[in-house]
């Protein structure tokens, strides 16, 4: 063990509950079974299969009430593995369920025995004119994001796009805001790749698609076609089926499939759609997309009460509403707490309501067409005006209709972060023809307040689609009793009083199953019964998911829900912010991180469950976070576990460790010099020595292993040599700002092979071209911007170096006369907001009148007084994290459209988790972040690769194989006269 290894008990809870009736049992603190776990290992390798206690309790929770710990984690990279694991499953009597994103809010992503992982090596996505082929680990966001760039759009669009795959999304048959009936998966689905219970793969476009399956699977291409038979002998059925499906549908399976499709292939694939994971698993889909409508215009309409804004809702979608989405005043004031959402909602009346209308068109006068039609209706409208900031207006300007929209897709997680301390929330999905809407919500609110919930609703009111939050404590006898009543009550009324759906998008999943034949009735059900049994006959996928004859299966499995940490304690666990996890294929997610917090809160001081979490919760949470904080900026209501990370980081240090640190700040002129030193003895060596690289490797492993890992940084053959001792000249007198070079291009030069100007230099002559000189203070020596110790958790070291720059700048800009120009984004960011909670009350008020800018959008502001005299063909750019929390990528654009050509961003770009050292410290975690973005990148080839922070250049050189410079750098190029 190295000798600075920190004590896991540091991180133990300071105090904990009672234990919990559903934690994690004792015998399971060894985690996967041996003869399981060796058994898959031999199977598939080692890699592939995750067997700690840890790696099962972060798999066992998603965004739904349940949780169940799964006996093993399979992380499958190939259809082979699949079918290995579909096999295995076979012949030792196991079950499999499948999970993508665990954004599914019914439990159909969890399992007991074996869970496959098929999110994390399934991504990928191919335009083919107007359909695309996707890969089923594709986040929505992350496939519409190529797809704009031809101007098509997928049909589903779910709130939480940003995080749900599209496997998930065709497994469960997700619509979305504007979806519907028309535009959802089952109508733009074209075709399918799946693997069968059996093993069996069918590409449902295949010319031979038929054949093959009359071949491999006889059996179920016969049972198939005499179902279709059955079914449409039946005309009282056909009837049914079809009525269920003329509003929106995912409860059980799809029987229309039967009436819409002519031969078997074509019968599978729609069957697929909606099957949750219980019939096979979606290895590539193709959709046939749709035109994207770029020009928007939206209204957010206030009403006096939930039937106001409902009755509303046909006028606007006969004059052709793309969406006409409801909220309630709880959904309303519960968004007040979203940034970017007005601050006067959370002072609305209770009884309040507002319909969400937006128009899209492909050319302005379609859209003024639908604007002018739009406002006419509004004068017979019963709008009302609660608060300031409402217009009851059709605006086009992008940021407020964001900002409706970021209110709206918010619902869950924004109420769910305002529920009662150690409560569950239950979502609920249900539709109604639209035009019993009205009648709907009132019934809906009546039932509520019966069995005492004081509920959030909000819909896609267009479609006659609501959903409700209901939150209670499932530990509570009394109030899982409450809750199986209402839920009783309601599908009786949904079935009984509107013919309804008791799930419209969200899928059956476990919380609906009980009642499906409530819905359906028994003809229907045991038909879908008979089909689970033909398609997996060996019942090996999803057991209880969709079908359960268990009257109570609803109420089996629901989560506690333990207090942890105030800043992470809101979490409901919906999982948006996993895709921008820089370390979530790596170790764990944001999400994950939270979720074994909870677990440690919900056993005993000694357990030795409790043991194991800790023992591994150091580097698969704490040592791997980059600390990035982007998780904040995905997270609807803004929790940011990096910084809870960096409290677990101070938690660990010893006493002497935060006076060390302290010391370093407060003597960090020498460090600076000696890193200085230090760097460029490097450089000799390994130009001197054909073997340096591997001989500094060698010399930095050993160290790391003997005094600790996340102390000592390891040797990267990427590190550039030392920076320049001096800075160029400046003057203070005409200067129009400060600038401040950051301690990490005091320290580190430029890349290897570079010609040319320092950054410092360009950045000088770029604005003196401009005519806006800047003046670069003679003291910066042992100076910075405190991010070295803030992100490290050294609270002590950080408020030295946080009060001493603050009080230096104060100084360099005439007490905030100029502004304070910072060359690295990150430090940029730890300027401008970090610092401040580390700072003194006189400090504080200093920093409030410095105005902090970042170099790149000090650059974009002198583009018009610059003159480009060459360009390079083609740039790709890497925004860096600090620049997404600032704001600045726009900035970053415009230097580089500047500069080429052709600019182009790549769809994966994210966080590149080098973080300052952390690369170094942890390089496993960049390979991690950067890889696919890596792959965009080396895909093709491109004349510049621009950043603007040079640990991230470093970073994304070592990831890319490609050199990485300062878009800064670029820019002096492109106007050196």
Known sequence: MPLLEPDPETLRPATLAAPAHDRVEAARSTGTPAGLRDGLTALLGPGKVLSKVSDLVRYASDA??????????????????VSAVFGYAHRHGRHVVLRAAGTSLNGQAQGEDILLDVRRHWAGIAVEGERARIRPGTTVARANATLARHGRVLGPDPASAIACTLGGVVANNSSGMTAGTTRNSYRTLASLTVVLPSGTVLDTAAPDADALLTEREPVLCAGLSALKAEIEADPALVRRIRAKYEIKNT???????????????????GLMVGSEGTFGFITETVFDTLPLHRL?????????????????????????????????????????????????????PKETAALLVEFRAPDEAALAAAEQLATGLLAGLPLITPAASVTNAFTRDPATVGGYWK????????????RPPGTTLITE???????????????????????GFDAAVAGHAAHGNLHFLLAFDPADQGDLDRYAAFMTAFCELTVHRFDGSLKAEHATGRNIAPFLELEWG??????????????????????????????????????????????????????????????????????????????????????????????????????????????????????????????????????????????????FSAVERSARLAVGAAERIGDRLRTGDRLLESVTGAARRVI???????????????????????????????YYPACVNRIFGEPAGHQGPTLPEALVAVSARAGKPVWIPSDLTGTCCATIWHSKGYDRGNAVMANRIVEAAWGWTGGGRLPLVVDASSCTLGLAHEVVPYLTAPNRELHAGLTVLDSVVWAAGLLPDLTVLRTVGSAVLHPTCSMRHLGDEEQLRAVAAACADEVVVPDDAGCCAFAGDRGMLH??????????????????????????????????????????????????????P
């Open 407 to 418: 209110a709206r897709k918010a619902f869950v997680t924004a109420i769910g972060s305002a």
């Open 251 to 269: 409860n059980g399976y799809r029987l229309d499939a039967f009436l819409d499709a002519a031969t078997p292939a074509a019968i599978l694939r």
């Open 64 to 81: 739904s009430p349940y949780r169940f710990v799964p006996q093993v984690v399979v992380v499958a990279e190939s259809v082979a593995d």
């Open 429 to 451: 999905d249900f539709a109604v023809p639209p035009s019993r809407l009205a009648d709907a919500c009132e019934e809906l609110l009546a039932l509520q307040a019966e069995h």
């Open 296 to 348: 928007v215009s939206a209204a957010l309409l206030f009403f006096p009460s939930l039937r106001a804004a409902a009755a509303a809702v046909p006028a606007f979608n006969e004059a052709g509403a793309l969406a006409v989405e409801l909220m309630d005043g709880n959904t309303l004031r519960a968004s007040a707490a979203v940034p970017g959402v007005p601050a006067d909602w959370a002072g609305l």
């Open 522 to 667: 028994s003809q229907a059900t045991e038909l879908m019964w008979r089909l689970k049994q033909l398609i997996d006959p060996h019942g090996i996928l999803a057991p209880r998911v969709v079908l359960d004859r268990d009257p109570a299966a609803h109420l089996r499995g629901l989560k506690t829900i333990p207090r942890v940490e105030q800043i992470a304690d809101p979490c409901i666990e919906c999982g948006f912010c996993e895709p921008t996890c820089p370390s979530g294929d790596l170790t764990t997610t944001p999400r994950q991180r939270i979720v074994l917090r909870r677990e440690l809160m919900r056993q005993p001081a000694d357990s030795p469950v409790g043991a194991e979490l800790l023992a591994a919760y150091g580097y698969d949470a704490v040592d791997t976070c980059a600390g990035d904080s982007t998780c904040k900026l995905a997270c609807p209501v803004g929790i940011d576990t990096g910084a809870l990370m960096k409290q677990f980081r101070h938690q660990r240090h010893s006493p002497r460790e935060e006076r060390t640190a302290a010391l370093f700040a407060e003597h």
């Open 708 to 738: 600790r890992p996340d102390l000592v940084p390891a040797w990267l053959p990427e590190i550039p040599g030392a920076a320049e001792r001096t800075m160029p000249a400046t003057t203070r007198p005409g200067a129009a700002a400060v």
């Open 923 to 976: 390089r496993e975690l960049t390979e991690s972040a950067t890889a696919r973005e890596a792959a965009e990148v080396t895909a093709r080839e491109f004349s510049a690769h621009l950043s603007a922070n040079r640990m991230c250049e470093l970073g994304l050189e070592h990831a890319t194989g490609r050199p990485y410079h300062s878009v800064l750098l670029e820019l002096e190029r492109a106007t050196r």
